[in-house]
């Protein structure tokens, strides 16, 4: 029976999966830009594949531009930083929950808000969450078209 305790060599289960293999060219290159967070080019990317409905009926959405997240921000008098994670987190809430569980954009911005500000989330979350899903969903990135 092999030994559980972690022999010379194992991999360290406890770290982020991304840290285990080499990533393509392009891929590295985004990520020395970015880090684990959307940029302008790569949240438009994301967020314009974005749809309600089902997969044979897709109703893409209008995607929300970062001065529209600003704007509702100051609206609804919440204060957190409006990144493009922050933009990126309101188009997918939109396309997934507006109408629904959100009933409306000022529980939306809330949403995106608590999400952005979560004591317990790590670096990085929305944007490591956005790239589980391509893996999952087998979708491939064009890196250098957002970079």
Not at 41 to 57: E, F, I, L, P, V
Not at 71 to 97: G, R
Not at 104 to 111: K, P, V
Not at 124 to 146: E, K, L, N, Q
Request: with cysteine; glycine share 4%; aromatic share 14%.
């Amino acid at each position: 029976m092999r030994d559980l305790a972690k022999d010379e060599g194992d991999i360290d289960m406890k770290a982020r999966l991304d840290s285990r293999s080499a990533f393509p060219e392009d891929m590295e290159n985004y990520l020395q830009f970015n880090g684990w967070h959307f940029n302008k080019k790569m949240c438009q990317w994301a967020s314009s594949r974005m749809y309600k409905g089902k997969a044979d009926n897709k109703q893409y959405i209008t995607p929300y531009t970062k001065e529209t997240i600003e704007s509702l921000v100051k609206k609804y008098n919440l204060q957190f930083e409006v990144d493009y994670d922050a933009v990126y987190i309101a188009n997918m809430a939109k396309a997934d929950f507006l109408g629904s569980a959100i009933p409306d954009e000022a529980h939306l911005i809330l949403y995106v808000k608590d999400v952005m500000t979560d004591p317990d989330a790590y670096d990085g979350m929305p944007f490591t969450r956005f790239y589980a899903d391509c893996i999952g969903s087998g979708t491939s990135i064009p890196w250098s078209d957002v970079l």
